[in-house]
């Protein structure tokens, strides 16, 4: 059992950055430290945030490939916040391959392949793809993660096999449904990663304190207060290149629908309800700006109506719960562990398999997994 984890990434963007430098920017974090700003288990089952190693990652941004990670995660579009400077991020000695391109990016109107005004994927006449499974294991990966962009159909499930063919733990952060459920006409991957004796955790991850958490909370409350909720949305807007992309809205079907389930399964009766990103403000860069409405009608029918706003940076935003996602998928590993991690998925993903009752009772079962309490 090896103390270090060894981590791949399909999808070196605003997400990507923010993970390579939490792992950086969290190196001095001792077991006993109890809280520590933005994570919600300093120390997870014996593991610390700087266990953690990213030993390759994949992507197509001509800005990208086949630069150390270490240098890649600032190349442009990236506009995450840069929590550790550019000049303070310690060389990694892992790379940026390129990656097989699918549907990870869209034609634009130029007739170039890109997911952003201002950057290109490679020439596909000129750059040869890796082959993923073959780097995975020539590093010694033992998880991959997926955080492609939304509407990476078959980009997704080219990484998600290239996992399986490596012995890869695999993380599916996007809302491409295939660890939650079986999408009809794929295969069933959760029985594939089962049969090879590897755990899969998924779809669509929840960030820390974001929309879909704060939208759920309070419809659970409206709920448990006897305020019935006659209808709600929530928009969305930002200036990262994961808003740019979702301005398509033939990208989006997944995720809308992995977002309105997220919030209307607390519900037991259905509502009138919109939610999506709403539109691409580049100006914002990685900043997120979130209005929630929920209309209720409560004591004598009379209306009680809640709005509330969210401003955060976004892409740091669901790194933090990567971080703990990584090292329960290491603990699997460790307790060999096959198939769909349940508590860590109700608690961690949009469009889990189960959704959970509460956040709160999800946390619990997380808890309960990590003393061994629960299987999976
Ligand atoms: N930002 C958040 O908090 C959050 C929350 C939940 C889910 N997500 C999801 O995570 C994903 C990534 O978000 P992001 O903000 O990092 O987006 P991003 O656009 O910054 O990053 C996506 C990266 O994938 C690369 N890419 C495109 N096609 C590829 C391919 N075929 N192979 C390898 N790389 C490829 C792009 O070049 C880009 O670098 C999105 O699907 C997003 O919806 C993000």
């Known amino acids: 059992m090896s103390k270090k984890i060894k981590i791949a990434i399909a999808g070196l963007g605003n997400v990507a950055a923010a993970i390579v430098m939490g792992i950086e920017f969290y190196k001095n974090v001792k077991p006993q430290d109890m809280y520590v700003n933005g994570l919600m288990n300093p120390a997870l089952g014996g593991y610390l945030p700087s266990d953690i190693q990213v030993v390759a990652a994949f992507d197509v941004a001509t800005t990208k490939i086949n630069k150390d990670i270490s240098e890649a995660i600032y190349a442009e579009p990236n506009c995450c916040q840069p929590i550790v400077k550019k000049e303070d991020m310690p060389k990694l ?188 403000v580049p100006f914002l860069q990685d900043k997120k700006i979130c209005y929630i409405r929920v209309n209720g009608t409560t004591y004598g029918n009379l209306p009680l109506v809640m709005d509330a706003k969210l401003r955060v940076e976004d892409s740091p935003n669901s790194a933090g719960v990567m971080l703990d996602l990584i090292r329960i998928m290491k603990i699997a590993l460790d307790r060999k562990i096959a198939g769909r991690l349940e508590s860590i998925s109700s608690f961690s993903f949009k469009h889990p398999h189960i959704q959970p009752p509460s956040d709160v009772i999800a946390k619990q079962w997380v808890q309960e997994f990590i003393d061994g309490k629960k299987e999976r």
Not at 154 to 162: C, G, H, P, V
């Open 93 to 280: 000695n892992a790379l940026c391959y390129p990656g097989p391109i699918a549907d990870g990016c869209y034609t634009s109107p130029d007739g170039n392949l890109s997911t952003y005004e201002f950057f290109r994927a490679y020439n596909e006449s000129e750059v040869q793809p890796v082959d993923v499974a073959r780097v995975l294991k020539d590093t010694g990966a033992e998880i991959l993660i997926n955080i492609l962009p939304v509407g990476s159909y078959k980009a997704s499930r080219i990484y998600a096999q290239a996992a399986l063919d490596a012995g890869c733990g695999f993380i599916n952060g996007i809302p491409e449904f295939i660890i939650s459920e079986q999408v009809s006409g794929d295969k069933d991957w959760v029985a594939e990663f089962e049969k090879r004796g590897l755990p899969c955790a998924g779809d669509d991850i929840k960030s820390q304190v974001g929309a879909t958490l704060s939208h759920r909370v309070i419809a659970k409350m409206f709920l448990d207060r006897g305020v019935v909720i006659k209808d709600t949305y929530q928009l969305n807007i930002g200036g990262n290149g994961d808003f740019y992309n979702m301005k398509m809205e033939g990208r989006l079907t997944t995720k809308r629908k992995s977002k309105t389930s997220a919030v209307t399964c607390v519900l037991p009766y259905p509502i009138k309800c919109r939610i999506g990103p709403s539109d691409y």
